[in-house]
C-alpha cells in the first residue's frame, strides 16, 4: 500500500511541476507570445528544432503538448508548425532520457534551491517567474526520479515477474502494455527510463523491451489527447495529429521490427542502453520522416475534428482560454482579440444598413437581430471572462471594459 501511495504521489508531483512550468513560461512571455511565435515558427524546419529545445528544457513532452495546444487554440501558431512541433518534441523526450541515464541527482534540489530564492525575492518580476520555472523542472526530475524508485518494487514482486514473462514480443501487446505504462505514470520518459531498468535488471527481453517503449509514445500521445478535451477543435487537432503521428510510427517499424531487433541485440551494449538508444533512433528516424506531411496531416486533423458550430444563432467567444487567466496581459490579450470580433459584426450590421438606406434590401430585420445577439453574446462573454482575472485590478478593467463598450454601442 505504501509503495502504490508512494508512485501516486510522485505522479502527482510531476503533474505539478509541469503546471508549474508551464505557468512560468506563460508569466515570462506573457502578451508577447503571439508575436515571437509568428516571427521564429512560421517554418515547419524552426518549429521541429524548437519542440527539441522546449522539450529539453521542461522536461516533458506533455507539457510542451500542454503549451503548444494552448498556443493554437489562442490562436498564436497555426497547426502546421504545431504538428511540427510535436514532432520536435518526441525528440526532444528521446534525449533527454539518454540524458537522463547519467547521474543528476545534484541538479533538482539545486534547480530547487535557486528558483525558490530568486522566486520569493523577485516575485513580480522576470527573473522571479524564471525562478518559478527553475522550481517546475526541479520538481519534474525529482518526480521522474521518484517515479522509477517507486515501481521497482512492484516490478520485482513474484505476481508482476509472472505477468511480464507472459509477454513474448507481441509488438501490439507490448505497445499495449506500454502506452498503459505512461498514462499511469503520466510520462513517456518515466515509462521509458522504467523499461530500460527493467531490461537491465533481466525482467524483460530486449523484444519486450522495445514494443513498451513504441507503446509508451503512444501512451503519451494518448494523455496530450485527453488533456485537451476541454479545449476548442484547434488545440484538439495539435494532439490528435501528434497521436495520428505515433500510431502511423507503429505501423512503419512492424515490417523491419524483427532485423532491427536482431541488429541491436547484436551491439556490444547493455541493455539499458540498447532500450535508450533504440528510443532515441526510432523517434528521431519516426520524426524525420514524417515532419514533411504536416500540411497533409494538419488537413487530416482539421477534417476530423472540425470546429463546432455556432449553437442557437448565438457567436461563441474564439480567443478567450480559460488557462490564460493566470497571465493577466495574455489574458487581456485574448480579451483585445476577441473585441476585434464585435468590431467585425460591427461593421456587417452597419454595411446591412447601408444597403437598407440605398434601397438594395428592403428587410434585414431578422439578420440585424442575430448580428445584435451575437454582440450581445460576445460582449457578455468578453466581461465574464475578465471578471475572472485574479488581482485586485480585474475589476477595474472589466468596468472599465464596460464603459468602453457601452460608449461604442451608444453611438
Known amino acids: 500500500m505504501l509503495t502504490l501511495l508512494n508512485l501516486l504521489s510522485a505522479v502527482t508531483l510531476l503533474i505539478w ?9 506563460l508569466r515570462v512571455y506573457g502578451s508577447n507570445l503571439r508575436h515571437v511565435i509568428g516571427q521564429n515558427m512560421s517554418k515547419r524546419g524552426l518549429a521541429f528544432v524548437a519542440g527539441i529545445v522546449v522539450t529539453a528544457m521542461v522536461q516533458s513532452s506533455n507539457a510542451t503538448a500542454m503549451l503548444v495546444t ?16 510535436m514532432l520536435g518534441a518526441d525528440v526532444g523526450t528521446a534525449l533527454m532520457a539518454r540524458v537522463l541515464t547519467f547521474d543528476l541527482s545534484w541538479l533538482s534540489p539545486l534547480l530547487i534551491f535557486l528558483g525558490v530564492i530568486f522566486f520569493l525575492s523577485r516575485k513580480q518580476t522576470r527573473v522571479g517567474q524564471m525562478g518559478r520555472v527553475a522550481i517546475g523542472l526541479g520538481l519534474i526530475i525529482l518526480a521522474l526520479q521518484l517515479i522509477v524508485e517507486a515501481a521497482a518494487p512492484i516490478t520485482h514482486a513474484q505476481g508482476v515477474k509472472v505477468i511480464f514473462a507472459s509477454l513474448t514480443g507481441d509488438i501490439l501487446l507490448d505497445a499495449l502494455i506500454g502506452a498503459l505504462f505512461a498514462m499511469i505514470s503520466y510520462s513517456s520518459l518515466a515509462a521509458v527510463l522504467l523499461t530500460a ?6 525482467v524483460i527481453s530486449l523484444p519486450v523491451a522495445i514494443g513498451l517503449v513504441i507503446g509508451a509514445n503512444i501512451g503519451s500521445g494518448v494523455l496530450a489527447f485527453m488533456s485537451t478535451s476541454m479545449q476548442n477543435a484547434a488545440g484538439r487537432q495539435v494532439a490528435l495529429g501528434s497521436l495520428l503521428y505515433k500510431l502511423i510510427g507503429l505501423l512503419l517499424i512492424i515490417p523491419v521490427l524483427d532485423p532491427l531487433v536482431h541488429w541491436i541485440d547484436s551491439l556490444d551494449y547493455s541493455p539499458q542502453e540498447m532500450v535508450i538508444g533504440f528510443h532515441l533512433l526510432y523517434n528521431t528516424t519516426r520524426c524525420l520522416i ?9 488537413r487530416v486533423c482539421a477534417w ?17 482560454d480559460p488557462t490564460a487567466l493566470v497571465t ?3 489574458a487581456l490579450a485574448n480579451a483585445a482579440r476577441e473585441t476585434l470580433r464585435i468590431g467585425d459584426l460591427i461593421d456587417n450590421m452597419l454595411e446591412a444598413m447601408l ?14 437581430r442575430r448580428l445584435t445577439d451575437d454582440v450581445e453574446a460576445l460582449y457578455s462573454a468578453i466581461k465574464l471572462y475578465l471578471a475572472q482575472m485574479p488581482g485586485k485590478t480585474s475589476a477595474i478593467r472589466t468596468a472599465g471594459a464596460g464603459r ?6 451608444s453611438t
Open 328 to 330: 493577466p496581459s495574455l
Open 290 to 298: 514524417l515532419l514533411p506531411s504536416v500540411g497533409p496531416m494538419a
Open 17 to 25: 511541476g509541469t503546471h508549474i512550468v508551464r505557468t512560468g513560461i
Open 197 to 202: 531498468t527493467l531490461a537491465g535488471a533481466g
Open 304 to 320: 476530423l475534428l472540425p470546429e463546432r458550430p455556432e449553437l442557437n444563432g448565438m457567436a461563441k467567444p474564439r480567443h478567450l
Open 404 to 409: 468602453k463598450s457601452l460608449s461604442w454601442r
Open 355 to 368: 444597403d437598407v438606406l440605398h434601397g438594395k434590401q428592403t428587410a434585414v430585420t431578422q439578420e440585424m
Open 70 to 85: 494552448s498556443f493554437v487554440g489562442q490562436g498564436l501558431m497555426a497547426l502546421t508548425p504545431a504538428l511540427a512541433t
